[in-house]
C-alpha cells in the first residue's frame, strides 16, 4: 500500500511537472488504476474450500482473474497471504516449506521454539536443505548456501554460524546451541575474519 501511494504521488509530480499533460482527476485516476492493475498481476491469493482461511486450512492459490494456478490438495495454509515470488505453507509429506509460484518446493523451513517459522532479519531469513542451514531473501532467492548445523538470525551485518554444534532443550523445551567452533559470517556468506 506504501508503494502505490508513493507511485501515486510520483505520477501526480510527474504529471504537475509535464506542461503537455495536465494533472487532472481522470488523469491521476488513470495512473493509480494502471497501477492497481499491473500490481495484483504478480499476487497469487490463497483460498480454501472450509469458510475461513486460517493456519492449517487446506489452501489452493489463485491469480486475480480466479484462475487455480496451485491446486487443492497438497498444502495447508501457514502464513503467508499472498504468494508474489514464494511462500511458506504446509505441505503434508514435508512440513514447512517455501514454494515457488508453480508450486515447487525451494526448500524447508526453518521451525523453532513451538512451531514458530523464523523471522527476517536484516532481510534474510534461515532455511534448510538436508538439515543443514542457509539464508534466503524476500523473493525466495537462496543467498548463503545451507551447509552450516547451526546458525543465528543476522544482526550487524553478520551471523553467528558453525559446522559442528549440539543442540540442547531445557525444562521448559526450549533449544540453545552448544559449540566450540563459532564463527561469523557477512550477507553474502563469507567468513568474517
Known sequence: MIQKLIYLLFVIFIIGCNRTLPATEKNIQKEYAALIEADSIDKLIPITNEGELRFGTPCAFIDNQGDTIIPFGR??????????????????KNGVVGI?????????????????????SQGLVRILQNKKIGFADKTGKIIIEPKYKCAYPFENGKAKVT?????????????T????????IDKKGKEIK
Do not use: M, P
Not at 78 to 87: R, V, Y
Not at 163 to 175: F, G, Q
Open 75 to 92: 498444502f495447508t495454509s501457514f502464513e503467508t497471504d499472498t504468494l508474489l515470488t514464494f511462500a511458506f505453507v504446509k505441505d503434508y
Open 177 to 184: 546451541y552448544k559449540s566450540e567452533t563459532w564463527f561469523y
Open 163 to 175: 559446522y559442528d554444534c549440539e543442540t540442547i532443550k531445557d525444562e521448559l523445551e526450549h533449544s
Open 100 to 120: 515457488n509460484r508453480k508450486g515447487e518446493i525451494l526448500f524447508d523451513a526453518f521451525i523453532y521454539g513451538d512451531a514458530q517459522l523464523d523471522s527476517y
